[in-house]
């Protein structure tokens, strides 16, 4: 198995610029997490999805952040427009059940300038 | 408010002695615990966990240890090596959650395995 795959894994936009990172869980992982990981905060949940709808999303810290899973093998987090205090590393990761431990993707690190 | 907490920043250790990184949570609806291992430019990697149920699980160098009254973990590396240098995570989920039971972490602690 692959494991869990996210692109880009390097980002460097402008800001204001839109950003759409991408997520490509476990085949048969039914739950889908995404988390910011920064020095201040340290690795914060965003957003996570059961069977591709999305159930907690209180994590997302503006509007300015979106989260879709058309697919049990899709998922992209949308930040438009993007600031510099968006700066951090995102990761993916997936979980088979709810009592299992999760999988993460290696990352994409976005720096907004 | 943090509700799982890892007091060490960092811990420096030689090769072959035991490295110990604790955990500390407020939460006591958690019944849950893992530990992440996270090299730089990589993603987590579940290392080991433990069921309210347990007190002790052990796998290898690895063992894990839970204090339910004192709300307290611990993660035993016997003997450190080198390689087990890296950012270590702690993490809680509560089962009465159900399918939502999320994960929260502590922000890390830095082990440093000295040759």
């Known amino acids: 198995d692959a494991g869990v795959i996210q692109s880009p894994r390097h980002e460097v936009t402008e800001m204001g610029q839109e950003v759409t990172l991408r997520c490509k869980p476990i085949?048969?992982?039914?739950?889908l997490f995404w988390y910011r990981q920064t020095m201040m905060r340290g690795l914060e949940l965003l957003i996570y999805?059961?069977?591709?709808?999305?159930?907690?999303d209180s994590g997302m810290p503006e509007d300015r952040f979106s989260a879709k899973m058309p697919n049990a093998s899709f998922s992209t987090l949308k930040i438009q427009p993007s600031e510099p205090r968006d700066s951090a590393v995102y990761f993916c990761a997936s979980r088979l059940r709810a009592a299992g431990e999760q999988y993460f993707g290696p990352g994409t690190r976005l720096t907004v300038t | 408010d943090q509700q799982v907490k890892q007091n060490s920043p960092s811990l420096s250790v030689q090769e072959g002695r035991i490295s110990i990184l604790n955990c500390d949570y407020t939460?006591?609806?958690?019944?849950?615990f893992l530990w992440y291992k996270k090299y730089p430019a990589e993603g987590p990697t579940f290392l080991i966990s433990?069921?309210?149920?347990?007190d002790k699980n052990e796998d290898g160098r690895f063992t894990v240890f839970l204090n339910k009254s004192a709300k307290h973990l611990s993660l035993h590396i016997v003997p450190s090596q080198p390689g087990d240098s890296a950012v270590y995570f702690c993490?809680?989920?509560?089962?009465?959650?159900?399918?939502?039971?999320?994960?929260?972490f502590g922000s890390g602690t830095q082990l440093t395995v000295l040759p």
């Open positions: 085949s048969g992982h039914n739950s």
């Open positions: 999805f059961n069977n591709n709808v999305p159930i907690d």
């Open positions: 433990i069921s309210s149920i347990k």
């Open positions: 993490a809680a989920s509560a089962s009465s959650s159900g399918s939502a039971r999320q994960l929260t």
């Open positions: 939460n006591s609806m958690f019944d849950y």
